[in-house]
């Protein structure tokens, strides 16, 4: 059984840093796709940034370039993103996804696989 399990949510002020990391298990992704999406209350989840499998081509929200790095350890089967200058407009549960293709999708529908998300609030 495929599993994503999401760390490293908190509450931080704005200007601050958070690292978010997922821990995939049940198989394993380093030929995979993997990305980050967020979903504020009200809203649709939205992609904030991925990356292609085997550490390929990395993508970012427009919303979050310059500011978020997502980064993938192959032989531990994580996925992190580190964020900085966070704002209050970043505020959000944060999920970690997976598909079982090599390139990325900004869609929803391309994973196959998602974590239980985790909370990251950012205070003004």
């Known amino acids: 059984q495929v599993q994503l399990v999401e760390s490293g949510g908190g509450l931080v002020q704005a200007g601050g840093s958070l690292r978010l990391s997922c821990a995939a298990s049940?198989?394993?992704?380093?030929?995979?796709?993997m990305g980050w999406f967020r979903q504020a209350p009200g809203k649709e989840r939205e992609f904030v940034a991925g990356?292609?499998?085997?550490?390929?081509?990395?993508d970012y929200a427009d919303s979050v370039k310059g500011r978020f790095t997502i980064s993938r350890d192959n032989a531990k089967n994580t996925v992190s993103l580190q964020m900085n200058s966070l704002k209050p407009e970043d505020t959000a549960v944060y999920y970690c996804?997976?598909?079982?293709?090599?390139?990325?999708?900004?869609?929803?529908?391309?994973?196959?696989?998602w974590g239980q998300g985790t909370q990251v609030t950012v205070s003004s």
């Open positions: 996804a997976a598909t079982g293709r090599w390139s990325m999708s900004h869609r929803v529908a391309w994973y196959d696989y």
């Open positions: 049940g198989r394993t992704f380093s030929n995979s796709a």
């Open positions: 990356i292609s499998g085997s550490g390929g081509p990395t």
